[in-house]
């Protein structure tokens, strides 16, 4: 099982920037897909951004396709999601998942065995 902690969230201006963290821990070995979702209020949970254990191939929500940028640190244990021109759509807890399998990241919730606590990110007009 692999532990998943967010930071890095909080009130960001439309137009500005935001980096999201997230570290894994619990497991010795590295080589899943991560991915960054987020749920609006009143909203279902849904796929942002994703990336290969490798850092390699990344996919992306249409949404937010150009703005937003997701990467994994050097030891590969940690992942980023770097918020570029958020708008107020934007406005969600973020959370970061990890996947079962090493390839190119899906999009499917289910796809992903374990799940961080999520970071509320609200993005004023």
């Known amino acids: 099982q692999v532990q998943l902690v967010e930071s890095g969230g909080g009130l960001v201006q439309a137009g500005g920037s935001l980096r999201l963290s997230c570290a894994a821990s619990?497991?010795?070995?590295?080589?899943?897909?991560m991915a960054w979702f987020r749920q609006a209020p009143g909203k279902e949970r849904e796929f942002v951004a994703g990336v290969n254990w490798s850092g390699s191939s990344t996919s992306y929500a249409d949404s937010v396709k150009g703005r937003f940028s997701i990467s994994r640190g050097n030891t590969k244990n940690t992942v980023y999601l770097q918020m570029n021109s958020p708008e107020p759509e934007d406005t969600a807890v973020y959370y970061c998942?990890?996947?079962?399998?090493?390839?190119?990241?899906?999009?499917?919730?289910?796809?992903?065995?374990?799940w961080g606590q999520g970071t509320q990110v609200p993005v004023s007009s």
């Open positions: 998942a990890a996947s079962r399998t090493s390839g190119f990241p899906s999009n499917r919730r289910d796809e992903y065995a374990s």
């Open positions: 619990g497991r010795t070995y590295w080589n899943y897909a």
